[in-house]
């Protein structure tokens, strides 16, 4: 299956620290990349979704200048928690999709294994 | 309503179980339809994928889609205790892609 990669994959930091997390798609061109954040025992929460060579587009709560969001080009994208806090502390999860021109939509996306961030 | 239901269980069964994992969704406009498999510290890995009714197989696993229902199922076949883990539903729609919240499968060897 297509490989996505996620590092690090544990970040321990001190509070007012700003943090980059990189994804990368290892074997195909990722038109498109995702950010979750995930909590112990629940499901995905989509944070923002980033089409290469254009400006994130954040769901609804998600502070585009608390989590920047880069896709520079079509196998990376970062995202930067700025400033973090305890509550910033979470598990966070990248994925890639390419697009399916004959259904004019996202092929089903591919995982990294994500980032496990603790703010202390 | 909704977009996606999944029971989040937990389920436990025995070694070499015949598993059934359910999710309806209430979007008709759904293209693609898509089982992941999460172990715990870990991303989802993609399983299954079929943007049509009727089963697709793949080894163990079998992936049905009941468009009209809005229903789709995953059976593992001789459940193993390396299957132990979360699966998620999922939908995707253009650019837009819907999870289930998960069901914990537990299977006991």
């Known amino acids: 299956g297509a490989v996505v990669s996620q590092h690090p994959s544990r970040v321990i930091c001190k509070s007012g620290t700003s943090v980059k997390i990189e994804c990368r798609s290892l074997?195909?061109?990722?038109?498109?990349m995702f950010w979750y954040r995930q909590f112990p025992k629940q499901s995905l929460m989509l944070m923002a979704t980033s089409n290469e060579g254009s400006k994130a587009t954040y769901e609804q709560g998600v502070e585009k200048d608390k989590f920047l969001i880069n896709h520079a080009s079509l196998t990376l994208s970062t995202l930067t928690v700025t400033s973090a806090h305890p509550e910033d502390s979470s598990f966070y999860i990248c994925?890639?999709?390419?697009?399916?021109?004959?259904?004019?939509?996202?092929?089903?996306?591919?995982f990294g294994d994500g980032t496990r961030l603790s703010i202390l | 309503q909704k977009e996606v239901e999944q029971d989040p269980g937990p389920l436990s069964v025995p070694e070499g179980a015949i598993v059934s994992l359910n999710c309806t969704y209430s979007?008709?406009?759904?293209?693609?339809f898509m089982w992941y498999r999460q172990y715990s510290r870990k991303g989802p890995e993609l399983l299954m994928y079929t943007y049509s009714s009727g089963n697709k197989e793949d080894g163990r696993f079998t992936a049905q889609v009941d468009k009209s229902s809005k229903y789709i199922s995953l059976f593992i076949r001789d459940s193993q205790p390396s299957d132990s883990a979360t699966y998620l539903c999922?939908?995707?729609?253009?650019?837009?892609?819907?999870f289930g919240s998960g069901t914990k499968l537990n299977v006991k060897p």
């Open positions: 979007n008709s406009a759904f293209q693609y």
């Open positions: 999922a939908f995707g729609n253009f650019n837009k892609f819907y």
């Open positions: 994925s890639a999709s390419r697009r399916d021109r004959a259904l004019y939509s996202n092929q089903p996306q591919h």
């Open positions: 074997d195909f061109q990722a038109t498109t």
